[in-house]
């Protein structure tokens, strides 16, 4: 089992950016492909950025592809997301999730582990 903790919360303007950090603790987050996803109040949770157990491998939703950049440090445990380029639309809780799968998936039904999530508020 691995808990998982995000960090980074914050007020932006348009055009803005922020680095959001996910600290995974108990079982070796190399076990584990990652993700990060987002719910806006009223909306379901929606993927935004999964990145393979070793870094190679990365995935995004079309909405963030040349803005967002997914990483992940192995040896610190520790999965980031760098926002850029931040719009009004991006505002969301932000979760963290870790999952079993040896392939980056985009469902939240495909990851096992969920942190408690951060806000994003992005304003115009």
């Known amino acids: 089992q691995v808990q998982l903790v995000e960090s980074g919360a914050g007020l932006v303007q348009a055009g803005g950016f922020l680095r959001l950090s996910c600290a995974a603790s108990g079982r070796t987050a190399s076990n584990y492909v990652m993700g990060w996803f987002r719910q806006a109040p009223g909306k379901e949770r929606e993927f935004v950025a999964g990145?393979?157990?070793?870094?190679?491998?990365?995935r995004y939703a079309d909405s963030v592809k040349g803005r967002f950049t997914i990483s992940r440090d192995n040896a610190k445990n520790t999965l980031y997301l760098q926002m850029n380029s931040l719009k009004p639309e991006d505002s969301a809780l932000y979760y963290c999730?870790?999952?079993?799968?040896?392939?980056?998936?985009?469902?939240?039904?495909?990851?096992?582990?969920w942190g408690q999530g951060t806000q994003v508020t992005v304003s115009s």
């Open positions: 990145i393979g157990r070793y870094g190679w491998i990365t």
């Open positions: 999730a870790a999952g079993r799968s040896t392939v980056v998936r985009d469902l939240p039904a495909d990851y096992d582990y």
